[in-house]
């Protein structure tokens, strides 16, 4: 299993970036997958799940309408479009299978930083 994040950056409030999640060495299709973050000094927390046929099913609180989780099963990629940035969001985001469907093994993340 290898799974790798990329995409984030340096942003202001208010800024967008879209996060993707390419992986390799398991079935990606068949699986609902989730993205998590995990900011300094918090525990990783599911930010949002998507179903194996696309459809968004789970977004936290703290991100609801302001983030847009999707995939593609042909290139084995999920993404997560996050609009309205806000401080509060810094942190490193991973993707993974949501937590009751069995985890994989982690990737190395990738580091978002929004600047107030």
């Known amino acids: 299993v290898h799974i790798v994040e990329s995409g984030g950056g340096l942003v202001q409030s208010g800024g967008s970036l879209r996060l993707s999640c390419v992986t390799s060495?398991?079935?990606?299709?068949?699986?609902?997958m989730s993205w998590y973050r995990e900011a300094p000094g918090k525990a990783r927390e599911q930010v949002a799940t998507i179903r194996l046929d696309g459809s968004p099913i789970f977004y936290a609180d703290s991100v609801q309408g302001r983030f847009v989780i999707s995939r593609d099963n042909n290139r084995n990629t999920m993404y997560l479009q996050m609009n309205d940035l806000k401080p509060a969001d810094t942190a490193v985001y991973y993707c993974n299978r949501p937590i009751e469907r069995g985890l994989l093994s982690w990737g190395q993340g990738t580091q978002v930083l929004v600047s107030s």
């Open positions: 060495g398991f079935n990606f299709p068949i699986y609902d």
